[in-house]
């Protein structure tokens, strides 16, 4: 009935090897392994096919061009976010933390110490609200009182036990009736105070602190709580620079044509449905009016890139009715996404030099340009 643990070991050491020998992307194996911290770390195949995951490359991306230090967002849903992330990234916010430890296990990044939070033991849920109770009867109806010494003859008490004269605005001590003005130098008003219970009228110097777990009503003391570390990171030292693309030359290439850049851009479709592309591009006249928008995104694949990526650009575009597409393919794409490129009107540039992609990136623009420029010109002539 039950597998030992050799033939669960070969077991996954076959469907490695399968998923391994597929030709094509491996895209799927990796998402499925860079989103689970909780699987192993099997092989070397995998550690270099984490630097062709689009979330990886965005990721690093940002800490290249925009980020020293990934902190984490205390969030009563998630524990904690990791918002740039998000922001970059079509990740969701359970997914991210898992994505961020898988990438300090292959020492992309390194995890650092941040904050340490409670959840409850029961359900682990981090929305646990304080509860300051009463130390005889654990009633929550307790208030807080200062304390005030008479120093002459040496009466401690609380606030209310002195009387107050509200004609002179005198205090008198309730020991000796001695009356003395609020701010004499002989009283000594304590505002840490003690805690009086409004039911059984139990007076102490600390409350019975207890946590109440909002998401199945748990009550309990400090002691029942469990502790969880949040992280931070940074980008490690050991990364391999030569398997990532960086987005910052291309951006720079279009800045230079006098491109106004959002990176990572966002556009609202006619469907009201939000696209995330890796650049939004917009051009403007004189007056600060859009003459024309394009949009690029950088797809990577430690195989080839398949079709799959420029199907949902086309259909982004499609919603969007951007004037025009690029989509830079890291290091070769399929056949079919180069006829279906063209089928789509997007441009395809395919490589892995920065320097040539940059290159290309700047003629597709230019051209782009002069299209533009022809049309707005033939439709000028025609008015």
Not at 209 to 229: E, K, L, T
Request: with cysteine.
């Amino acid at each position: 009935m039950f597998k030992t643990k050799t033939e669960h070991t070969n077991e996954s050491h076959t469907e490695i090897e399968r998923r391994v020998e597929r030709k094509g992307s491996l895209e799927p194996y990796y998402i499925a392994n860079a989103t689970n911290p909780s699987q192993q770390i099997l092989s070397e195949e995998e550690e270099r096919g984490l630097y062709s995951l689009r979330p990886v490359q965005q990721i690093i991306n940002t800490f290249i061009n925009d980020l020293d230090e990934l902190k984490p967002v205390f969030d009563l849903q998630y524990r904690c976010r990791y918002p740039e992330v998000e922001h970059v990234t079509d990740l969701k916010p359970n997914e991210v933390p898992g994505m961020l430890e898988r990438l300090s296990l292959y020492r992309i990044l390194e995890s650092h110490f941040y904050e340490r939070i409670i959840i409850c033991q029961r359900c682990s849920s981090a929305n646990l609200a304080p509860k300051y109770l009463c130390t005889r009867c654990k009633s929550a109806n307790i208030s807080k009182h200062e304390t005030i010494e008479h120093i002459s003859c040496g009466y401690v008490a609380m606030e209310d036990e002195f009387t107050l004269n509200n004609e002179n605005n005198h205090i008198t001590c309730p020991r000796c009736n001695v009356s003395l003005r609020p701010n004499s130098t002989d009283l000594n008003i304590n505002d840490e105070g003690w805690f009086l219970c409004d039911d059984c009228s139990k007076r102490s110097r600390e409350p019975v602190i207890m946590y109440a777990c909002r998401q199945c009503n748990r009550m309990m003391y400090v002691g029942d709580v469990s502790f969880v570390n949040l992280q931070s990171y940074t980008l490690s030292k050991a990364i391999d620079m030569n398997s990532i693309v960086l987005i910052e030359p291309l951006r720079d290439a279009l800045v230079k044509l006098n491109y106004q850049i959002e990176s990572p851009g966002v556009i609202v479709g006619q469907s009201k449905t939000q696209y995330k592309f890796d650049i939004v591009a917009h051009k403007k006249d004189n007056n600060g009016n859009n003459i024309s928008t394009l949009v690029l995104d950088v797809v990577y694949s430690n195989v080839i890139v398949t079709e799959s990526h420029l199907n949902k650009l086309f259909c982004a575009i499609f919603d969007t009715k951007v004037d025009h597409s690029v989509m830079v393919a890291v290091p070769e794409v399929t056949d079919t996404s180069r006829r279906l490129a063209e089928q789509y009107g997007i441009t395809l540039i395919v490589g892995n030099d920065i320097r040539d992609i940059s290159e290309k990136l700047k003629t597709v623009a230019i051209n782009n340009d002069k299209n533009t420029n022809n049309k707005n010109n033939n439709k000028n002539m025609q008015q």
